[in-house]
């Protein structure tokens, strides 16, 4: 007689059935059979020094991406709303002020973290796909005082490429002193040439590896200025989470100084693997090839989607390359024509996310 009173389940003895899909949905994407074997790879200990190596280049590669030499460099261990929190938790302490352009589910959601948290959240919103001029920011800046001030770029739920603001007077280092200001931009890496090239100043830039990597979700590029690193190594308080707390994340990543590391958590090998092989991959390819080649293939899925009559959501020249947005026809229900292709087609497509639910 058993001494479990718990039988196994008998979904669980059955081997595992994954179907094949074309995912042309904002995230996760189909990952390349390299990236694929990358994660297949043996199992290593999280802090043999053989890992420690991978997450150096992993460190290299990111700086590439985002085209920076900021030493404060890492990947976090979850998915982009870990670097969200990261982010967040770090640079805002309870009861200081924090300003948040709301033009989709992304800023809605760092609303609802720096709440959470304690912090004094302002919001400047504007319905899904919506800009802002450096004057309508620039006079909340003044009004509110953020110590924190953030804006998506790649406002995926909506496919917006926002505008840079190149002379946000309050945004940069000759801000008001005794109130930094700290801007995120959650980056599409397509669109990561508009942030660089135009030599924009950015305390602190996050991305989530199914966004623009290519790579499975679970790691999260982050990368934070020596002006961030002041505000978030000299807090008063310590952040509300000891898992993105970055006096230890960057120990963990070697980011500190120390000429060794202490163990903080253990990291997902396996992620960290594949993310290191999609991070190559751009390399090889190079940033300039690959916004060249996002540019073309978007161009080329506008003009089929018009050509058929359908309706793009955001305006040509503020289209996410990699996220594109069709306004729900007349007389249609979203939700039916998506089970339609994905039963029929065996294609992932996804309407809105928060705001624009409904909308595209």
Not at 217 to 246: E, L, Q
């Amino acid at each position: 007689m058993s001494s479990v009173s718990i039988p196994p389940p008998e979904c669980m003895l059955r081997p595992l059935e994954v179907p094949v899909r074309y995912l042309f949905g904002p995230g996760p994407s189909n990952v390349p059979p390299r990236v694929l074997a990358a994660g297949g790879k043996p199992i290593i200990g999280h802090l043999h020094p053989e890992m420690y190596e991978i997450m150096n280049d992993i460190k290299k590669g990111i700086q590439y991406a985002f085209q920076t030499e900021n030493n404060m460099t890492i990947s976090m261990s979850g998915s982009g709303h870990a670097a969200m929190e990261c982010a967040v938790f770090n640079i805002v302490e309870p009861g200081e002020s924090v300003l948040i352009a709301v033009n989709g589910i992304w800023g809605e959601r760092v609303s609802e973290i720096a709440e959470r948290m304690g912090a004094n959240v302002h919001r400047l919103v504007k319905a899904p796909g919506g800009c802002y001029t450096n004057k309508e920011i620039e006079q909340a800046i003044e009004k509110h005082k953020p110590v924190l001030f953030f804006l998506a770029h790649g406002e995926s739920s909506a496919g917006l490429c926002h505008p840079l603001i190149f002379k946000l007077k309050y945004v940069h280092i000759k801000a008001h002193f005794s109130q930094p200001y700290i801007l995120i931009v959650w980056p599409h890496l397509e669109q990561l040439q508009f942030l660089w090239t135009n030599k924009v100043e950015i305390d602190i830039l996050y991305t989530g590896s199914q966004k623009a990597l290519n790579a499975p979700p679970g790691t999260a590029p982050i990368s934070f200025n020596d002006r961030a690193c002041n505000k978030m190594f000299n807090r008063k308080t310590k952040p509300v989470s000891y898992v993105f707390d970055m006096t230890h994340l960057s120990d963990y990543w070697g980011c500190n100084g120390s000429p060794t590391r202490g163990y903080h958590h253990t990291g997902p090998v396996s992620g960290f693997f594949a993310l290191r092989e999609s991070l190559a991959i751009l390399a090889e390819r190079g940033l300039e090839e690959s916004w060249r080649k996002h540019k073309e293939v978007a161009a080329y899925l506008y003009k089929g989607l018009e050509d058929l009559g359908l309706k793009l959501f955001i305006p040509d020249k503020l289209r996410l390359p990699s996220v594109t947005t069709i306004s729900i026809p007349e007389g249609y229900e979203w939700r039916e024509m998506l089970t339609y292709i994905m039963k029929n087609h065996q294609m992932e497509m996804t309407g809105g996310l928060g705001p624009s639910v409904g909308m595209v």
